[in-house]
């Protein structure tokens, strides 16, 4: 499923973010950027050591939740990979959306000032860290909408990778919903 918004694509596939061949793929990490399992993982699994080597040496604090932060690629096809904190979900009302959309917000902003004009995102928060995935989707197209809406500077194409058929459905619905097209 596939939109145009202002000039640029926003799309909806189904598969692993690890295969992408985009600029830059985001991560759904954690705030202390120690790897995990889920995208994660197997971003660090795909991508090689490197990766990790370079998020110690560059961040040694971590990244705070709703934030993100760019290392390069290893062995992955992108050039980047931008490592974004999604907030664990408790019930919706510890600002949850709000640094939900933030962690969307911030990882297209460093792809943008990375000159990335293509970027690939997973359902950031919607796995271990129990968000609803229809409450996520919500927030994670509105957000990307009203950036390439509103930015001038801009990735060309911004295509979320859903790696199950719920989750794609829960995004396709919703994006439905968000732009009357699809
Ligand atoms: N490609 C695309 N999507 C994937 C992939 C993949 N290779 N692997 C898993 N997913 C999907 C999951 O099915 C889920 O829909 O990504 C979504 C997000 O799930 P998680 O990876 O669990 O991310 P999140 O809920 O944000 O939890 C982050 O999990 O792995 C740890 O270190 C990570 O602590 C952090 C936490």
Redesign the pocket.
Known sequence: MKVQIDGSVLELAK????QQEVDAIVN???SRL??????????HRAGGPEIMKELRARYPNGCPTGSAVVTGAGNLKARYVIHAV?PIYRGGTHGEPEKLASAYRTSLQLATEHGCSSVAF??????????P?GEAARIALQTVIEFLKNEGKKPQLVRF????DA?YQAYAEALKELTGQG
Request: glycine content about 26%.
């Open positions: 598969g692993d973010i690890t759904a990490a954690n120690a790897g995990g399992g889920g995208v994660d993982g197997a971003i999604g997973p359902s950031i928060s919607t796995g271990a860290y129990g968000y995935v990778v859903l790696f199950d989750t």
